[in-house]
């Protein structure tokens, strides 16, 4: 295992009577140092770094193409990046796969699925891949279609699923083993309100209880009303980072910062002129 880069080196002989050692740092959540990848010579990510502090509720935010599917897609280990580095809770990802895939839950963006499986036998199924066992797995997957509102679904089968229905299926797999650390790539999308509530509940439980999630979405107010962290991605680039208040500054909302962080135009006066006008 690659040791994370902000962990203090080891001292394995210390000298009598010497002074308490203060604790080691708690290491962050999720550490990002020098991430890249690029698709056919084009840049999608450029070396980015970031620490995502335990028990954060961390927003990941950016344009279209701003790299935050491709970035999620390394820290899960589900991409080889080009370069750089990757630590869950201190385990590098991709010296260690199995340890640090143990410590997370992950809702990739494109969800393939087992389509001839049911609901609760998708997740009877994955939890056995994961270890645990049958009647934790059995109880479980119960509650977690009981809260996510797909009772009813459990027994048909996953490739009947509405993309919204296959979006709860995947966070259920996703928590099943109760990771400290989550990451989803727009969680909420294609989710109808009542159950996008739930989601949002569920998560925030999680994070009271110590653990971390982080979330790519296009929705600000959903990152300014439920995140307590935010990272603004921009042509693969980290551009803003840290608490939300930080980097919400004076802005009136995230929604506004984000706008100008970004560099995003107003519609000036004179173009789409011929979507309000009247005549043909
Ligand atoms: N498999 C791939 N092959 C080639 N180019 C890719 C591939 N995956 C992503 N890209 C490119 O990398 C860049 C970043 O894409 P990515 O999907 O990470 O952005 P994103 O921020 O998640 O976008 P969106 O908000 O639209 O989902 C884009 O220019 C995209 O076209």
């Known amino acids: 295992m690659t040791e994370y880069a902000g962990a203090p080196g080891p001292t394995p002989h210390p000298p009598p009577q010497a002074a308490p050692q203060k604790a080691a740092p708690t290491p962050p959540a999720l550490a990002i140092r020098g991430l890249g990848k690029a ?19 961390y927003g990941l935010v950016g344009p279209n193409g701003a790299g935050k599917t491709t970035t999620l897609s390394m820290v899960t280990g589900l991409l080889r990046p080009d370069q750089g580095q990757v630590w869950v809770h201190g385990v590098d990802v991709w010296a260690d796969p199995v340890a640090a895939k143990k410590a997370i839950g992950v809702l990739p963006d494109g969800l393939r699925l087992f389509e001839r499986l049911s609901g609760a036998e998708l997740l009877s199924y994955l939890g056995r891949l994961r270890g645990i066992p049958t009647e934790v797995v059995t109880q479980r997957s119960g509650e977690l279609l009981d ?49 996008a509530r739930i989601i949002r509940e569920v998560l925030h439980s999680y994070v009271r209880g110590g653990r971390t999630v ?23 680039n980290i551009v803003a980072a840290g608490p939300l208040a930080q980097v919400r500054g004076d802005a009136a909302s995230l929604d506004d910062a984000f706008f100008h962080i970004v560099g995003g135009r107003d519609i000036a006066e004179g173009g789409l002129e011929w979507l309000r006008s009247s005549q043909d």
Not at 39 to 57: C, E, K, M, T, W
């Open 214 to 236: 982080v979330l790519s979405s296009h929705v600000m107010d959903l990152v300014e009303d439920n995140c307590t962290h935010v990272a603004v991605l921009n042509e693969g």
């Open 147 to 195: 809260v996510l509102d797909l009772t009813g679904a459990g027994d048909k089968l996953v490739a009947d699923y509405s993309t919204g229905m296959r979006k709860k299926i995947t966070l259920a797999a996703a928590l099943l083993h109760s990771p400290p650390l989550l990451l989803l790539d727009e969680p909420l999308e294609a989710v109808d309100p009542v159950s």
């Open 39 to 57: 698709f056919g010579g084009r840049v999608a990510v450029n070396g980015i770094n970031l620490d995502v502090p335990a028990g954060s509720f």
